[in-house]
């Protein structure tokens, strides 16, 4: 019986439907409101917020200190114009580019992945302590890793040491490629964890089918592990991808972008710019790409997850 | 041939001898074993400086055998840096409510009631989430420049706020796990939508929402630009800052910063074997739905 469908006949004058709202909808309900209201003003001013601001400051001429840090102006595309032609920033864009694909992609993916692998067919004794050592890594906080790895390439330190005089410092001369490590030292135990769960996954029928077959490790790699893992290795990239873009304390603490510019990565630039030159607004500009950089990767993260369901 | 005793399933008494087939020594073992080892020795060498250098009482940047000592322990444990240790645990205490008890009242609606809008309402949440948080410094920094909140409670208020998108992803996920019946049969007893989510739903998801809060303590213990830039005073700042305070000075006792920065760590890695913890038992929900 459809709703305001009543036969007269057929239904006693009692049990006429009322009017008013539909019933076999679901509707939004106004109990869910003060559930919805903490979180939706917490995010909304602390962090869309400033979020939007950010996007404002960036066309003004704010500084930190002086005269326009009181009384500053809207100044149009002045800073977005200085930003073009701002060699630094094309040099930050490009070393975050390299920082984040070289080290979180290929450096922690690729680490991560044959870790995964290689537990596979390990030791249980070896496998247990390897897997451990590495995911301990993975939780260190951000500072205790700079500071260790600081530790390990500049003068006099272990890899100076080993591999080059104890005079020289690493961090000095190789510092993208030390910085990057750092960073891939750290991913590399949550890429490992990933790829071990997607790997427990696989049906243990189609790699005994392949042996069956006489395929040899090698072939069952790349014709048959590989391509069951590709939605995984596509997750994991745009993840390791998100966590490099938002490094800021490993770089800052080891050179600081330097020596020099060569490690100045977009969020260092940017603090640099706000905080040591007093530039707030083309420091915010700076953080706008950021922000635009990493809603495209966000954008396709999720949309990947959510296709893999 | 080698043997070992076992009890066989179906066997109601003694023991039975099965021989034991050593595992044979392929070529694929033999290099599995060994990029695991040298990745292993890679992946320690920054740990053992770590730990050498916390108990060695000349430590420097190098490897090397200690002379024993737990001398930079007590030299570290100022009461600068333990009042540093303490902030940075009222930051992430604080930070760690802010964001998870929002985060779960939201995650309940939006698992459990019709919002409109809900999926692209939901992957907006997940991309928040990846938004870098050092872009938002500089804006907020104007902001409570002007009204005076560069200190420790606004700082934390924000940091949680920083955690909460992926919070409420993963409180939603737990909450989905939790069968619909379970609300209804609740319901069937006039409960309040309270009573169902504070008695029923939210006790059953705790697992996931134990994760949640432990995934913000961590974000929020292990942040070092955003005490920097929000907090004006170096006595309410965090231990970050404070081992970055470290580096500043004309004599690097790496002894000391070791032996701290393993204090300030060892938190973070006891809750992250929590976390997992919870993660792994969080499914069972102990045959409360029948079929």
Not at chain 1, 65 to 71: E, N, Q, R, V
Not at chain 1, 223 to 231: E, M, S, V
Not at chain 2, 145 to 162: Q, R
């Amino acid at each position: 019986m459809t709703e305001g469908t009543v036969t007269g006949s057929l239904v006693s004058p009692g049990l006429a439907i009322p009017a008013g709202r539909r019933q076999d909808r679901v509707r939004f309900q106004r109990s869910s409101i003060p559930l919805l209201l903490p979180a939706t003003i917490l995010l909304v001013v602390l962090f869309l917020g400033p979020v939007a601001y950010s996007f404002y400051y960036g066309f003004t001429n704010l500084e930190l200190i002086g005269p326009t840090a009181t009384h500053y102006q809207f100044t149009g595309l002045t800073n977005f114009n200085q930003m073009v032609s701002d060699p630094i920033f094309g040099q930050s864009l490009y070393l975050t580019a390299f920082f984040v694909v070289g080290s979180g992609v290929i450096g922690a993916t690729g680490i991560g992945l044959m870790l995964a692998i290689a537990m596979q067919s390990s030791l249980a004794v070896v496998r247990i302590l390897i897997g451990a050592l590495v995911v301990v890594c993975f939780m260190l906080p951000p500072i205790t890793v700079a500071m260790v790895w600081y530790a390990a390439s500049t003068a006099g330190g272990t890899l100076t040491t080993l591999f080059g005089s104890p005079s020289s410092d690493f961090l000095h001369s190789f510092p993208m490629v030390l910085v990057g490590a750092a960073n891939t030292w750290s991913l590399a135990g949550l890429a490992m964890l990933l790829f071990a769960a997607a790997l427990r996954n696989i049906p243990r029928e189609v790699v005994e089918s392949a042996e069956l077959e006489s395929a040899t490790a090698v072939q069952r790699f790349f014709r048959i592990t590989l391509p069951l893992l590709k939605p995984t290795i596509l997750t994991t990239v745009l993840l390791m991808t998100l966590l490099s873009l938002a490094n800021f304390t490993i770089v800052y603490i080891m050179t600081a972008g330097g020596p020099g510019t060569e490690t100045m990565i977009l969020p260092v630039y940017s603090y640099q710019q706000a905080f040591q030159f007093n530039h707030l607004a083309y420091g915010a500009l700076i953080g706008d790409a950021m922000v635009l950089l990493a809603t495209v990767v966000s954008f396709f993260y999720v949309r990947v997850s959510r296709a893999r369901v | 041939m080698a043997t070992r005793t076992v009890v066989l399933p179906g066997m109601t008494e003694g023991k039975a001898l099965i021989p034991v087939r050593p595992r044979r020594v392929t070529s694929t073992r033999a290099i599995s074993n060994g990029v695991l080892v040298v990745l292993g020795v890679l992946f320690i060498t920054p740990l053992l400086w770590l730990i050498f250098a916390s108990i060695d009482s000349n430590a420097g940047p190098t490897v090397r055998f200690p002379n024993l000592t737990f001398g930079n322990f007590t030299a570290a444990a100022t009461s600068v840096n333990m009042q540093a240790l303490l902030n940075s645990l009222y930051i992430s205490a604080i930070a760690t409510v802010v964001s998870t008890v929002p985060a779960a009242l939201m995650a309940y609606v939006f698992s459990r009631r019709h919002i409109p809008w809900k999926g692209p309402l939901l992957l907006f949440i997940l991309m928040l989430a990846g938004v870098p948080v050092s872009i938002l410094v500089v804006p907020l920094y104007q902001v409570f420049a002007d009204h005076n909140w560069l200190s420790l409670l606004p700082a934390s208020i924000f940091l949680g706020v920083t955690s909460m998108p992926f919070e409420i992803w993963i409180i939603k996920n737990f909450i989905d796990a939790v069968p619909n019946d379970l609300d209804e049969a609740a319901r069937l007893e006039q409960a309040t939508t309270m009573q169902i989510m504070m008695r029923v739903v939210l006790p059953l998801a705790l697992p996931g929402i134990a994760a949640a809060a432990i995934f913000g303590f961590i974000n929020a213990w292990g942040n070092f630009l955003v005490p920097l830039v929000l907090i004006s005073s170096s006595g309410q700042q965090p231990s970050p800052v404070a081992i970055f305070g470290f580096f500043g000075g004309n004599v690097i006792r790496y002894g000391q910063i070791a032996a701290y920065s393993i204090m300030y760590s060892l938190p973070v890695v006891i809750l992250y074997v929590g976390m997992s913890r919870a993660f792994r038992g969080g499914f069972v929900l102990g045959g409360a739905v029948r079929g």
